[in-house]
């Protein structure tokens, strides 16, 4: 089915391990994004993707890597991580030719122990 | 510093009855405003949006009013439904460049039948 996909849907790691969370959308979207949702934060925005290749820094960057090298795919990389990384990650994509809305993903739930 | 603020946190309104949320922003540059619904699960969808240059966007059973002088925005659902009872977070951005949004902390609304 066409869409965007969260993999894995809920992951349980250890403080200081590293730990990739998986997004992959059919649509060909060039741009990408990875959020995080935390109670009384609502969504904050990690890293952006324009297209392959090419990422950029959102508003809580730190702690996070993002590589994108296929256009379908754009995997989320905790180096080393902390138990405030405890949270629910959205991976989302956005349309061509609508500057303004975004798809999300399922989300994957991420505790830190 | 929260660039856009969200109220109430929680709201509970019976079967008929309107639901009203409110938001507020800081930067008089925003220039897109979305609401986004979020059922329990699953990943914020866009439910309707509103540009600075009108002050009412109506859709349905839903209407965005703005106030750009108290630089405020809400979210009316009239008729209100138990299919309704989700998660509503406002967003405001779109001026440094179209990806990058900043959340309200949502609202978490209850529809009794």
């Known amino acids: 089915d066409a869409g965007i996909t969260q993999s894995p849907r809920y992951k349980i790691t250890e403080t200081g391990r590293q730990v990739t969370l998986m997004c992959h959308q059919t649509w060909s979207h060039s741009y990408m994004f990875w959020y995080r949702q935390d109670l009384g934060h609502g969504l904050r925005l990690i890293y952006y993707?324009?297209?392959?290749?090419?990422?950029d820094k959102g508003e809580v960057p730190d702690g996070y890597v993002v590589s994108r090298s296929k256009t379908e795919n754009f995997p989320l990389t905790l180096e080393s991580a902390t138990r405030s990384q405890t949270s629910v990650y959205f991976c989302?994509?956005?349309?061509?030719?609508?500057?303004?809305?975004?798809?999300f993903g399922p989300g994957t739930r991420l505790t830190v122990t | 510093q929260q660039q856009v603020k969200q109220s109430p946190q929680s709201l509970i309104v019976q079967k008929g009855g309107i639901s009203i949320i409110n938001c507020a922003y800081e930067n008089t540059a925003f220039d897109y405003f979305p609401w986004y619904q979020q059922f329990p699960g699953k990943g914020p969808a866009l439910l309707i949006a509103i540009r600075p240059d009108v002050s009412e966007k109506k859709e349905g059973r839903f209407t965005i009013s703005f106030n750009k002088s108290a630089k405020q925005f809400s979210l009316h659902i009239m008729d209100s439904q138990p299919g309704d009872s989700a998660t509503y977070f406002c967003?405001?951005?779109?001026?440094?460049?179209?990806?990058?949004?900043?959340f309200g902390s949502g609202t978490k609304l209850n529809v009794k039948p």
């Open positions: 989302a994509s956005r349309p061509p030719g609508n500057p303004y809305e975004q798809y």
């Open positions: 993707s324009a297209a392959a290749d090419i990422t």
């Open positions: 967003a405001a951005g779109g001026y440094e460049n179209f990806n990058k949004f900043y």
